[in-house]
Nanobody
Framework: QVQLVESGGGSVQTGGSLRLSCAASGYTISRNCMGWFRQPPGKERERIVGGYWIPYYADSVKGRVTISQDNTSSTMYLHMNSLKPGDTAMYYC?????????????WGQGTQVTVSS
């Protein structure tokens, strides 16, 4: 059974940083077939990171987030810097065909990020 489990969320102040993790079990995450999404309170879910051969970063996070991967543990990371209150949201990782842009086979349960001013 494939599972994606996010962690690393929390409460930070404006300007702070967080590293979110997405640990996969039963599946090997490929950078070319994964994405990070977020859903702010009362709003629709939006894609912030993804892409197949060409990386995609949403304008709202471009220059403030990077992704990395630990192949030994099949864990994907989202590094977020210069956080703003507008970054407050539930963050989700996703992986598996059809590989986006918003359609993925596997989704995590989410981790909450709250940024206070």
């Amino acid at each position: 059974q494939v599972q994606l489990v996010e962690s690393g969320g929390g409460s930070v102040q404006t300007g702070g940083s967080l590293r979110l993790s997405c640990a996969a079990s039963g599946y090997t995450i490929s950078r070319n077939c994964m994405g990070w999404f977020r859903q702010p309170p009362g709003k629709e879910r939006e894609r912030i990171v993804g892409g197949y051969w060409i990386p995609y970063y949403a304008d709202s996070v471009k220059g403030r987030v990077t992704i990395s991967q630990d192949n030994t543990s099949s864990t994907m990371y989202l590094h977020m810097n210069s956080l703003k209150p507008g970054d407050t949201a539930m963050y989700y990782c996703a992986a598996g065909r059809p590989c986006g842009p918003t359609q993925y086979r596997y989704w995590g349960q989410g981790t909450q990020v709250t940024v206070s001013s």
